[in-house]
C-alpha cells in the first residue's frame, strides 16, 4: 500500500509540475509581450493577441504529453464538471497553475524593469496593466464598470471552454492531436481581436 501511494503521488506531483511549466511559458509571452509594448510601444494590440495565443501553443505542447495541458483553473474546473477529470486533481492543479504564472510573472518584471520605471516612474496604471486586467483595461474613457467587466469574462471565458471542447471532442471534426495545441492558440487569439476591450479578455484566473 505505501508503494502505490508513492507512486500515486509522483504521479500527481509530475502532473502539476507540467501544469506549472506549461502555465509558466504561457505567462512569459503573454505578460512579456505586454510589458514590450507598454514599456517601448513596440508592437500593438494585434501583437498582444497573437503572443498569447502562441503562449498558450508552447504551453500546450510543453505540458500536454503529461496532463492534457489545462494552464488555466477555469479549464480544469469545466473538465471536472463536464468531461470526467478527477475532482480530487482541481485544487492541486489550480495552485501549480498559479505557482506557473506568479514565477513568470515575476520573471517578467526582472527583465523589464529598467524600461518600465523609465516610461512609467511612479509605476501607476499603466505599468501595473502588464500584469493584471481590470475594467476597461484601466481607462476611465471607456465606461466600463465592475460588473461589464465580470461579464465580459464570463462570456470570453465561456467562449473559450466551448471551443476547447469542441476542439478535442473526437466525435466531432476534431485536428489532428499535434494540431490542436495551435487550434486552441487560434481560438486564443481569436477572443483577444474580438473580446478584449471592455476587460482584456483575461479567461484565466491564473492570469489575472
Known sequence: MATTEAV??????????AELAGTFILILFGCGVVAQVVAAGIGDHDSIAWAWGLGVTLGIYTAGRMTGAHLNPAVTIALA???GFSWKKVLPYSVAQFLGAFAAALVV???YTQALNNVDPRLTIKSHAVF???PGNGSLDLGVGMWGGFRDQIIGTAILM???LAIVDLRNTSPAANLAPFIVGLVVVGIGMAWGTNAGYAINPARD
Not at 500515486?8 to 509540475?17: D, Q, R, V, W, Y
Request: aromatic share 14%.
Open 8 to 17: 500515486k503521488a509522483k504521479t500527481l506531483l509530475g502532473e502539476c509540475s
Open 81 to 83: 464538471a463536464f468531461r
Open 109 to 111: 518584471p526582472w527583465n
Open 132 to 134: 493584471s486586467t481590470l
Open 162 to 164: 466551448f471551443l476547447i
